[in-house]
């Protein structure tokens, strides 16, 4: 049996030039990566904010959504740079916008100054990732190429949380910091690789309507769906810590999880067509909202790990469906960029809010209100699926 991405009708679109080539495919990767690394590793990030200053939770996950939320406006404002600039400098600016903002965090000292750094750093992450989605979503086979993506971010991300305990012992904030600067400057070596967009424009005259209504209710269900999944993300490290769990069992837990988000991702780009992405969808969420329930109360080793296990598989294996949803909505790449401005804005806000609920260490209001805004977002979602199929 042949196995097909959901998005492979999307294809026929393709005859007269090669989308994306692999190499332009792999630059992509890289530098969205890159950008959205803050989110893929966000509870190891809060953790060496959390080791040089004396910040509690709640202005923790403020840090967090001031760098997610400025990384959602400037993934907004490119969907509107797309034919108006060349990708390859827009995106070497913001490689230049995140090293200088790890710079300054690795020397801020205090909240204000963390967050504004942390401001200077989402701003260049969204433009790296504002463009990368484009590139993705003009893959011949959206949905595989954002699997390859969430792939190999969760290998990435995985090595990361891993060592985290270990980095942050024999390192400091601020070399840590410095090192992640270090890396975005040395991924401007892709940019000869990245696509620029703007001489592409002729594949696509057959795709230049948008389905507004499948458009809209996909990215409505985006938010929510990110908002949820991203707020219980955000303080898993937390969680774990007020349950008395170690740095190593933390760790431990993180890293399956990502590795769980590679599994989830793989395959979800291997789905059978005739699936469609209802039952996947569904599917996935079951598996995020016993993710969430095991978070509940005081929280044993055993089930940390399953629940970080189940919250990165849910959620890796989720996010193809619906980057593939929007590139059915908009071919071109429009809708699926604005999809990376809305479910980043999601995960940024999902923290504040989380945080605004946390008293004396209870995490519970966050976590029962995060599984009623997941059920709602891929209802939404849902319901836009079966309208478009009539």
């Known amino acids: 049996m042949e196995l097909s991405s959901p998005a492979d009708a999307l294809a026929q679109y393709a005859t007269r030039a090669e989308r994306l080539s692999k190499a332009g495919l792999a630059s992509a990767v890289i530098v969205g990566i890159i950008g959205a690394l803050v989110i893929f590793i966000t509870p190891g990030f809060l953790a060496v904010i ?60 205090g909240y204000a100054a963390i967050a504004a750094a942390r401001v200077v750093a989402g701003a260049g992450e969204g433009i790296a990732i504002g463009f990368s989605f484009a590139a993705l979503g003009r893959a011949s086979n959206p949905d595989r190429a954002f699997s390859i993506y969430l792939v190999a971010g969760a290998v990435v991300s995985s090595m990361l949380l891993y060592s985290m305990p270990w980095l942050i012992t024999h390192f400091s904030p601020e070399r840590l910091f410095l090192a992640n600067a270090i890396a975005a400057i040395a991924c401007g070596a892709c940019l000869f690789f990245f696509p620029d967009g703007r001489r592409e424009d002729d594949i696509f005259t057959a795709e230049g309507r948008i389905k ?15 908002f949820a999944t991203g707020a219980m993300w955000s303080y898993t490290e937390r969680i774990g810590q007020a349950s008395g769990l170690g740095p190593d069992t933390v760790a431990q837990g993180l890293s399956l999880g990502t590795l769980a988000g590679v599994l989830g991702a793989a395959l979800a780009g291997w789905i059978p067509s005739r699936w469609g992405r209802t039952i996947p969808l569904g599917l996935s969420g079951i598996v995020s909202l016993l ?41 071109r790449g429009r809708i699926v960029c604005a999809m990376g401005a809305i479910q980043t804005f999601g995960t940024g806000f999902g923290p504040a809010a989380a945080g605004a609920t946390l008293h004396d260490g209870d995490f519970s209001t966050a976590i029962w209100l995060s599984c009623g805004i997941l059920t709602f977002s891929l209802g939404i979602v849902t319901l836009a699926i079966r309208h478009s199929r009539g």
């Open 50 to 109: 959390a080791a040089g200053t004396h910040l509690d939770n709640a202005h923790l996950g403020y840090i967090a959504a001031w760098d997610i939320n400025a990384m959602a406006v400037t993934i907004g404002i490119s969907t509107f740079l797309l034919t108006r600039c060349d990708w390859r400098i827009a995106v070497g600016a913001g490689l230049v916008l995140i090293a200088l903002g790890n710079v300054i965090t690795g020397f801020a000292a």
């Open 212 to 226: 507004w209504g499948l458009a809209i209710a996909a990215l409505i269900g985006v938010f929510f769906y990110f």
């Open 291 to 331: 993710s969430f329930q095991l978070f509940l109360g005081t929280v044993p080793a055993t089930n940390f790990i399953a629940a970080a296990v189940l919250l990165l598989f849910g959620w890796n294996f989720a996010q193809p469906l619906l980057s593939g949803l929007c590139c059915e909505a908009d071919g």
